[in-house]
């Protein structure tokens, strides 16, 4: 591959990864930038929504004329086609990757390159899958519609299911014991037996540059699982008032012999999954402290720059005369920030007064802050469990973290996005009706008052 050929996937690269695109996640490995790693999430209002579908990208020697090949890894190790255009196997067929015979003009050309093919990828993964199955035209009839409907709910399923808890799991040591939703750390001499089968199973999936690549995703995934907890939650509700219990996955016509999306329906399995999952991963946060102190002990850099980066942060403020944000560190800990703001004058958060808890991985900035409130505010960027969903322009300043967190609170007429949106009740009463509107603004605006009379007292 010709060095022009490198410099341009790197700038491919770079693009997504700095780019606006919150879908989107790029990583590859440093020896070797033709294999790329990308997880796109699952759009919301789809069957797949909040789900981290995985891909390997390898760019060939003669990328641009011709285009990387693709390879699906959200498959249950070759168990799960997740689309009709996704096997099991991982195969992707897109005519623009020239695996489909797609229609005049829709092949590659050396115009396009890494983020048309994840977006032409991420299409796919539409509210309606079983319509991107060739033969569907031909075939439109009541049973076509009962299928697609099936079809639809066993991805809602599965998305959950392989998508979003398995690999959390995985990363996190813990092991679902079957069906009955029960999660346990390894312990025993039975779960290190398992839990070494299943890593055996995982090593002769992928490749030693997976693994090291997939880690990479880990802490997008936790970040992410944490903002979108309420909506798996919420679309697990709802899922269980329409499917029985332990009903089987009813088979497409178009799914055959190992390339099938298999299985049955476990919803409350799920569900205590996700509950557990998410306080093993708060757990994981808050025990940020102990590791914080321990390398503050041991005098590595971490712990000095990230109170060198504190100090400046708030010696910036007191220049700037800046009244609306206060920090302090709690116990003198670095690795945790108390961070007070007051809501400002003539503003949605006027005479609020709030606070929030930082918590600084000891591995910043490869593990991004996570910023719990402390005080109850409804708010479509705060999830019922106190999650704060922010986006910093740069992720290595922790100064970058704080303009995102006030830029968040303060947001009054942010675009209609649901991927930043973490309080699904909040966000379907902000983007309703005019009255759904005014609904939300006196739930914000009693959580303002409260949260002052709270100081008060």
Not at 257 to 281: A, C, S, W
Not at 291 to 319: D, H, P
Request: proline share 6%; net charge negative; charged share 25%.
């Amino acid at each position: 591959m010709s060095d022009q050929a490198i410099l341009r996937i790197t700038r491919e690269i770079k693009q997504i990864q700095q780019g606006p695109d919150l879908s989107l996640a790029v990583s590859y490995e440093d020896s070797d930038v033709r294999n790329v790693r990308a997880i796109i999430l699952g759009p919301p209002e789809t069957p797949y929504q909040f789900g981290f579908f995985e891909f390997a990208i390898k760019f060939g020697k003669d990328y641009p004329a011709k285009p990387p090949t693709v390879r699906a890894l959200t498959t249950n190790k070759g168990r799960c086609r997740f689309n009709p255009n996704i096997y099991a196997s991982g195969k992707v067929c897109l005519s623009i990757l020239g695996t489909w015979q797609g229609r005049s003009g829709e092949e590659w050309s050396s115009a396009q390159g890494l983020e048309s093919i994840l977006i032409s990828i991420q299409s796919l993964l539409s509210n309606n899958p079983y319509e991107n199955e060739p033969g569907y035209e031909k075939s439109r009839g009541a049973e076509d519609n009962e299928c697609k409907l099936s079809y639809v709910a066993k991805i809602c399923h599965e998305n959950i299911r392989l998508a979003v808890l398995e690999p959390l799991e995985s990363s996190l040591g813990i092991l679902p014991h079957g069906d009955t939703g029960v999660i346990t750390k390894r312990a025993s001499e039975d779960d290190n037996h398992d839990y070494e089968e299943k890593k055996e199973d995982q090593d002769h999936t992928l490749n030693e540059n997976d693994k090291i690549v997939v880690n990479k995703f880990t802490d997008l995934r936790k970040r992410r699982f944490l903002w979108y907890f309420d909506s798996y939650i919420q679309t697990i509700d709802a899922a269980e008032s329409d499917i029985s219990q332990k009903g089987k996955f009813q088979r497409m016509p178009f799914e055959g012999p190992e390339n099938t999306m298999d299985g049955h329906f476990n919803y409350p399995g799920l569900k205590r999954r996700l509950v557990l999952l998410r306080e093993k991963i708060i757990c994981e946060t808050h025990n940020w402290l102990s590791e914080g102190l321990g390398v503050k002990g041991q005098g590595l850099s971490i712990a000095s720059n990230l109170k060198s980066q504190y100090e400046q942060i708030v010696g910036n403020l007191k220049r700037q005369k800046n009244f609306a944000v206060d920090f302090d560190l709690i116990d003198t800990n670095p690795f945790l920030w108390a961070f007070t703001y007051f809501g400002r004058p003539m503003s949605h958060l006027d005479g609020g007064i709030f606070r929030f808890k930082i918590y600084i991985s000891p591995h910043f900035p490869d593990e991004q802050p996570r910023v719990f409130v402390e005080t109850p505010i409804f708010h479509i960027r705060l999830s019922r469990e106190g999650v704060l969903c922010y986006f910093p322009r740069r992720t290595d300043e922790l100064r970058y973290h704080v303009e995102a967190i006030v830029a968040a609170l303060e947001e009054e007429s942010p675009p209609y996005d649901p991927r930043t949106t973490v309080h699904p009740e909040a966000a379907k009463l902000f983007w309703g009706s005019p009255e759904d509107r005014k609904k939300y603004n006196r739930a914000l605006r009693q959580s303002v008052e409260k949260s002052a009379e709270e100081i008060s007292t």
